[in-house]
């Protein structure tokens, strides 16, 4: 069931806006209370092992076939124009960066908070998007896309069987699988679908890393007949069967997704023209057929930010930055403010919600994010208090 609180219209930058509500880390700038939709993903513990069961069966076939959801294609009608700040600026520390400290690095290396986010589409198929671990109170949240969490076409509520896989690499969890436990995205973003407001974060439950397994016959399969001991010991939700027997694999609770990979911290209400790296998986073709990315790996992208618009998505108060990720896989890739290379951490800024060809030529060249303000720190702020706990 889907949980909303009170809506309250108040003016930004010369617009109709919906402010939040939200209390935590940071000094809450100038905002509504109560515009923030919540959505259950995996409510328990049972569903979130039959979560896991589904990407890891049959040796994780379905991590592996796995398609990357369709970024946005806004085409040339991104135009100039754009955002403005609704209050102060702000900034919430990243994890490890709570005492600021001064200096560069010229080498990028990559962040090891991004990575992709699983889930079932409408079409019941599999597929993925960019995402990225973000500071919170519990170490337990990430930021991706609106629209890779609450599906705009079909107007579902959620995508099911949400997971998020930091480092994500060819079927491979380095720093194990984190299943979604409550969504929070914007109101308008849920109801009206309001291109402006296209992003979400999710609270995950502790990780779990596959170990070692045992094949059982289907007397010790038996929910009815095992022993409890072999169940402590082995996960029978996760399981394939071979000459009648059920082999079952032992999983480990890896702790906070925070405390393994670390967290951006995030910014709102910045001044456009500073510079962005954009970290994410792109994949696709350009609108010519030249098939740049392949989403196996992650890139990066670097430029200025400028204000945008794309009244095809709704969307009047966007930023965006010169980038020639593709429209296959990018949505929710991190735009990350003064991105420390040697910590791998920075402040994050906007997630792709649209790519764009801005001068015809059939490539693409323009990303394109929500402007973060202080309605967007509301709805951070309200996902960032919450506790979400271990499944094991």
């Known amino acids: 069931m889907k ?56 040796k994780a076939a379905n991590l592996i076939k796995a ?11 991104v135009s100039k124009g754009g955002p403005s700040a609704d209050s102060k600026p702000g900034t919430v520390p990243a994890i490890g960066d709570e005492k600021k400290s001064g200096g560069t690095s010229k080498n990028v290396n990559l962040p090891r908070t991004t990575g ?24 337990n949240l990430v930021a991706t896309a609106g629209h890779c969490v609450y599906d ?23 720093w194990g699988i984190y299943v979604g436990k409550q969504a929070f995205t914007h109101y308008d973003f849920d109801v009206y679908e309001d291109g402006d407001r296209d992003y979400a974060f999710v609270t995950v439950y502790n990780g779990l890393k596959a170990g070692s397994g045992a094949w059982l016959n289907k007397a010790e399969w038996d929910w009815k007949q095992v022993d409890k001991a072999t169940y402590k010991k082995y996960d029978p939700a996760i399981r394939r069967i071979r000459h009648g027997k059920y082999y079952i694999v032992k999983f480990t609770d890896v702790g906070r997704l925070g405390d393994n990979v670390g967290g951006q911290g995030l910014a709102y209400n910045q001044k456009l023209g500073k510079k962005v790296f954009v970290f994410g998986y792109p994949s696709g073709s350009h609108p010519d057929g030249n098939h740049a990315y392949s989403g196996q790996t992650l890139k990066w992208s670097y430029g200025k930010t400028f204000g945008a618009k794309a009244p095809a998505v709704k969307a009047e108060e966007l930023i965006g930055v010169k980038s020639s990720f593709t429209g296959e896989g990018s949505s929710g890739s991190a735009w990350l403010l003064n991105y420390k290379s040697a910590k791998r951490i920075g402040y994050l800024n906007g997630v792709t919600s649209g790519v764009a060809d801005t001068d015809g030529n059939n490539r693409i060249d323009t990303s394109v994010s929500p402007y973060f303000d202080g309605e967007t720190y509301g709805v951070y702020k309200s996902a960032a208090n919450v506790w979400s706990g271990s499944i094991a």
């Open 3 to 58: 949980s909303r609180v009170k809506r309250l219209a108040i003016p930004v930058g010369g617009l109709t806006a919906v402010g939040l509500v939200g209390g935590m880390l940071a000094a809450a700038p100038a905002q509504a209370a109560g515009d923030v939709a919540s959505d259950p993903l995996a409510t328990s513990g049972i569903a979130a092992k039959n979560v896991i069961a589904y990407w890891m069966n049959e």
């Open 67 to 77: 398609s990357p959801y369709e970024t946005l294609v806004v085409a040339k009608h």
């Open 116 to 139: 992709k986010v699983f889930f079932r589409g409408a079409d019941g198929k599999p597929h993925w998007c960019s995402a990225t671990s973000l500071q919170a109170k519990y170490r």
């Open 152 to 174: 705009t076409k079909s107007n579902k509520a959620t995508l099911s069987r949400w997971v998020f896989i930091p480092g994500y690499y060819q079927g491979k969890a380095p």
